[in-house]
């Protein structure tokens, strides 16, 4: 009999030297190798975009920072905020979805993040 492999329902993407996500970027995964610190800008949180979500795996001790768009906001922050983890940890994750034209919303974490 055949061995099946199960292939993963998400995409990973990798931005390992920072960067700026784009909304193709949106619905995957974002690898970080955060041996040192990483800034990685967020796109646009447009209307059309509204329900679309990025997961943020941080690999390593540096920080990492995820910059708003413009005057977009993230959770309770002011307009262009940015989320960044609080801690050294190796391994965290974060979850941001865009809940309406001009914000992002923290989901899913794992670890210290807060917004500024």
């Given amino acids: 009999m055949a061995k099946r492999t199960k292939e993963s ?14 909304e193709n970027d949106l619905g995957k995964i974002v690898t970080i190798d955060s041996t040192a610190n ?6 646009a949180a447009r209307a059309d975009l509204v329900g679309e ?3 943020f795996l941080k690999q390593g001790p540096g920080y990492v ?7 977009d906001v993230i959770g309770d922050s ?5 989320a ?10 974060l979850e941001l979805i865009i809940t309406s ?5 923290l989901g899913a974490t794992l670890g210290a993040w807060y917004t500024s």
Avoid: C, H, M
């Avoid at 002011?78 to 940015?82: D, I, K, L, Q, Y």
């Fill in 9 to 22: 329902k998400y995409r990973v993407v990798s931005y390992d030297s920072g960067g700026t996500l784009d």
């Fill in 38 to 43: 990483q800034t990685i800008n967020l796109p």
């Fill in 53 to 55: 979500w990025v997961r």
């Fill in 65 to 71: 920072y995820l910059p708003a768009d413009g005057t």
């Fill in 78 to 82: 002011n307009s262009g905020a940015t």
């Fill in 84 to 93: 960044q983890n609080e801690t050294t940890e190796t391994y965290t994750f």
């Fill in 101 to 105: 034209e001009g914000r992002w919303d």
